[in-house]
């Protein structure tokens, strides 16, 4: 990926901004001059001799810094607390997932590709068990687009989905709030904000023939059942504000063995965390010499430390504002 720079700035040189820029020139060079003049204007120049005016004076201005000092600290301390609460409430957001000791690896690989390699992780101590899947709090890059189920005038809603295997769907731990009872396998789950506002429900069969027919043609799986209601869950990091696009999360279940989409490994591990990566890398990266894959980045991690990685562009910004406050 391409960095980008946390804080842009530029001057805009159109020439509505040059007028605006003249007149904010003018308007401060007058004041400047109109000001102190009106002021000196209220004194006679004999006081000025005497004294009085530089006594006075002193103590008028002496009380106008006070003040202003006191407001501007005030303010500044006022905004470093606020900033620094809702960094802690970016940090600490719920998930509504299980996060915990969760190890990503997220090479694109078609899921049959990963069997010979799950299997082999699963043999390690460190690990508990191993999911195939892609997307995880903050990180989700598949999105599909859902229609009005109770009127075809309004736009599509745009869901943002989670594609994994069973044992996958398990170890993050989505919250179910209502399971309609069928077969995990090859299901789709909603998030509650989708639900309402799709109007989508479990008698949905024109939706859910909708949904099949684009994964049987594009991807050649099988959408059965519309599985249940999960929590809603983030899809984008916590620093970027997308309103309600960023709870339209959705997880479809599918038989991971007749998936061709790219996907990646969820690692559920114990332990250290530094020698159960180190351990579960060696054998990834043989792994990948075997099959003489070179060139592609693999992006890997444990997921809550992936979350504040996210959130560092954020951080840098409020550091740099709290360094101007001080």
């Known amino acids: 990926d391409t960095p980008e720079a946390d804080i842009q700035l530029r001057l805009l040189m159109t020439p509505a901004y040059m007028v605006a820029y003249v007149i904010g020139i003018l308007l401060l060079g007058v004041l400047s001059g109109w000001l102190p003049a009106l002021f000196a204007s209220r004194y006679a120049p004999i006081e000025v001799v005497r004294g009085a005016f530089r006594q006075y004076n002193k103590m008028w201005f002496n009380k106008i810094f006070i003040v202003f000092q006191s407001v501007l600290s005030f303010v500044l301390i ?115 904000h989708v639900l309402v506002e799709s109007g989508v429900s479990d008698t949905s069969t024109s939706f859910l023939n909708r949904i099949a027919a684009y994964f049987s043609t594009y991807y050649h799986l099988n959408v059965d059942y519309i599985g249940g209601v999960v929590h809603d869950f983030p899809v984008k990091t916590a620093a970027c504000d997308d309103g309600n696009y ?69 951080k840098r910004t409020v550091r740099l504002l709290e360094i101007f406050m001080g």
């Not at 620094?84 to 590709?113: C, S």
């Not at 054998?283 to 894959?293: C, T």
């Not at 980045?297 to 997921?303: A, L, N, P, Q, T």
């Open 78 to 192: 006022a905004l470093a607390i606020v900033m620094e609460v809702q960094m802690w409430h970016m940090v600490n957001r719920p998930t509504h997932l299980q996060t915990k000791d969760l190890f990503v690896i997220g090479a694109p690989y078609p899921p049959r590709a990963y069997l010979p390699i799950v299997e082999e992780l699963r043999s390690l101590p460190c690990v508990e068990e191993v999911g195939i899947g892609q997307g995880y709090p903050g990180k989700i890059n598949y999105s599909f687009g859902i229609p009005d189920m109770e009127d075809d005038s309004k736009s599509e809603i745009q869901m943002v989905t989670v594609l994994c295997d069973s044992t996958y769907f398990q170890m993050l731990g989505f919250e179910v709030v209502e399971d309609f009872g069928h077969p995990k396998a090859n299901s789709l789950w909603l998030g509650e």
């Open 246 to 314: 960023n709870l339209n999360g959705g997880v479809f279940v599918f038989d991971i063995e007749k998936m061709g989409y790219g996907v990646g490994l969820l690692v559920k591990t114990t332990g250290d965390h530094a020698e159960a990566e180190r351990q579960i890398m060696d054998h990834y990266n043989r792994w990948m010499e075997k099959k003489e894959v070179v060139g592609i980045d693999v992006k890997c991690g444990y997921v809550d430390d992936l979350m504040l990685e996210q959130l560092e562009p954020a």
